[in-house]
């Protein structure tokens, strides 16, 4: 087997490369509203780690569980460093992370990709949240409106323009740019007159 292979989690399994691809806008409020999400730990703590041979087995070791304290991307970086070469010329299929003082856990592989994917995508999440939460407030649109907004997926690109590939969650981020809201209450009131 390939260290890409063993690496690389199931493409069904939450925080996959493949869950963010397909999740829509409702997937996105879910999580927020069931609570399902992990927290990202500060910043160096990760206090010591060591790769291992022992192949993890306990579901705890292999997904990412709802609530889950998990370590920022930072700490991660120097043990992703290391993880292909170990794979190959030590046969390590595991690490152990020190958290903190006390706190001791082993991860497979491919729970590092899952960490680093949710880490990747958390800000995105956010700003997807707030852009729904933002839409239902303003009553920019009627509710058959708000619930197809909530079809489309959360990583799509932009629909009509054609020549970006800017996913639908960058929306968010432009929450607090007063010209945004201008532009679209002037293009509303043009469509409604």
Same mark, same amino acid.
């Given at each position: 087997?390939?260290?890409?292979?063993?690496?690389?989690?199931?493409?069904?399994?939450?925080?996959?490369?493949?869950?963010?691809?397909?999740?829509?806008?409702?997937?996105?409020?879910?999580?927020?509203?069931?609570?399902? &999400?992990?927290?990202?730990?500060?910043? +160096?703590? $990760?206090?010591?780690? =060591? /790769?291992?041979?022992?192949?993890?087995? @306990?579901?705890?070791?292999?997904?990412?569980?709802?609530?889950?304290?998990?370590?920022?991307?930072?700490?991660?970086?120097?043990?992703?460093?290391?993880?292909?070469?170990?794979?190959?010329?030590?046969?390590?299929?595991?690490?152990?992370?020190?958290?903190?003082?006390?706190?001791?856990?082993?991860?497979?592989?491919?729970?590092?990709?899952?960490?680093?994917?949710?880490?990747?995508?958390?800000?995105?999440? &956010?700003?997807?949240?707030?852009?729904? +939460?933002? $839409?239902?407030?303003? =009553? /920019?649109?009627?509710?058959?409106?708000? @619930?197809?907004?909530?079809?489309?997926?959360?990583?799509?690109?932009?629909?009509?323009?054609?020549?970006?590939?800017?996913?639908?969650?960058?929306l968010g981020s432009?929450?607090?740019?007063?010209?945004?809201?201008?532009?679209?209450?002037?293009?509303?009131?043009?469509?409604?007159?």
């Open positions: 087997m390939s260290y890409a292979e063993y690496s690389t989690p199931h493409h069904q399994t939450r925080f996959s490369g493949e869950f963010f691809n397909t999740i829509t806008l409702a997937d996105v409020e879910s999580l927020f509203q069931n609570d399902v &999400l992990p927290h990202v730990l500060p910043r +160096d703590s $990760v206090t010591k780690w =060591n /790769l291992d041979r022992t192949v993890p087995s @306990a579901i705890a070791e292999i997904v990412v569980a709802a609530g889950e304290e998990i370590p920022c991307y930072h700490d991660l970086r120097p043990i992703f460093e290391t993880l292909e070469k170990a794979f190959y010329d030590e046969g390590m299929s595991s690490v152990c992370l020190q958290i903190g003082k006390q706190q001791i856990v082993r991860y497979h592989f491919s729970k590092l990709r899952l960490i680093v994917n949710y880490n990747n995508h958390e800000y995105n999440l &956010l700003v997807a949240k707030r852009l729904l +939460d933002r $839409v239902h407030d303003s =009553n /920019l649109l009627s509710p058959n409106l708000i @619930a197809e907004l909530k079809l489309n997926r959360f990583a799509e690109p932009l629909a009509g323009f054609k020549v970006t590939e800017t996913p639908l969650y960058t432009m929450l607090d740019e007063r010209w945004v809201l201008e532009d679209v209450l002037n293009a509303r009131a043009e469509f409604l007159y």
